[in-house]
């Protein structure tokens, strides 16, 4: 396949040479393979920021089970959660992994969210600022706080996961490697959308790297097989 360069990242065209505009396409498939998603699951805004801190490096599964111990103990809402002992806090958090430094982390956020009038006290800032505001907080890096813009604010960022660059780079339409920033503001050039449609797509890409676009790939039957050089490859 052939690659351009934007921005300093290499983006290819998927068989169709036309870059990361291909990716529209991309996701009309996966939507015609999976149905819509209905993301994030959650049942509150603040459910979906702690599950954005609880996912990170580790599986969806972990974090749902301490998600779940966290409900049971009545601590998934603001305010019992900023009144929690960091102590208690990190045992019920403890299947998400790394969870003495969640726990620090729910902690002190839950402490900001409370001072900034809950939630809802950011609603009044532009993406730019909204993003900035979440980037300033401890351990919330440009993934996590592009989570929690798109799913717990309806703000038009596009998620870059390692789902997405891996799918990406074994369709040509990105190196896979690029700078977060880079990869981000070049699909959400090419794609031009909204929140919605953001959202959608990212859980797709989601579901599709689990069923099949996974780091060992299940490739035979994938809906995408045409275009992917990673299938075509002789084994």
């Given at each position: 396949m052939t690659a351009a360069r934007v921005d300093g990242a290499a983006v290819g065209g998927a068989?169709?040479?036309?870059?990361?505009?291909?990716?529209?396409?991309?996701?009309?498939?996966?939507l015609a393979a999976y149905g819509p998603q209905h993301w994030w699951p959650a049942e509150s805004r603040f459910e979906i920021i702690v599950g954005a801190v609880l996912i990170q490096r580790t599986s969806w599964r972990n974090a749902?089970?301490?998600?779940?111990?966290?409900?049971?103990?009545g601590a998934l809402a603001l305010a019992p959660m900023a009144a929690l002992d960091r102590e208690a806090l990190?045992?019920?958090v403890r299947p998400a992994g790394f969870y003495r430094q969640k726990a620090a982390r729910l902690g002190a956020i839950s402490a900001w969210l409370v001072a900034q009038g809950g939630c809802e006290g950011l609603d009044?800032?532009?993406?730019?600022?909204?993003?900035?505001a979440w980037l300033a907080q401890p351990g919330i890096g440009p993934e996590t706080a592009d989570a929690i813009a798109l799913y717990a604010y309806d703000r038009p960022v596009f998620v870059v996961d390692a789902y997405a660059r891996r799918l990406l780079a074994r369709l040509?339409?990105?190196?896979?490697d690029e700078p977060y920033e880079t990869l981000r503001a070049a699909l959400e050039s090419a794609l031009d959308a909204g929140s919605d449609y953001?959202?959608?797509?990212?859980?797709?890409?989601?579901?599709?790297?689990?069923?099949?676009?996974?780091?060992?790939?299940?490739?035979?039957g994938c809906v995408?097989?045409?275009?992917?050089?990673?299938a075509r490859a002789p084994r």
């Open positions: 068989g169709s040479g036309h870059g990361l505009g291909a990716a529209r396409a991309v996701c009309a498939r996966l749902e089970q301490a998600l779940a111990r966290l409900r049971a103990a990190a045992g019920l009044g800032l532009d993406d730019a600022a909204l993003r900035a040509g339409l990105a190196a896979g953001y959202n959608e797509f990212h859980a797709l890409i989601v579901a599709h790297g689990k069923a099949r676009c996974g780091v060992r790939p299940r490739c035979d995408l097989a045409g275009d992917c050089a990673h």
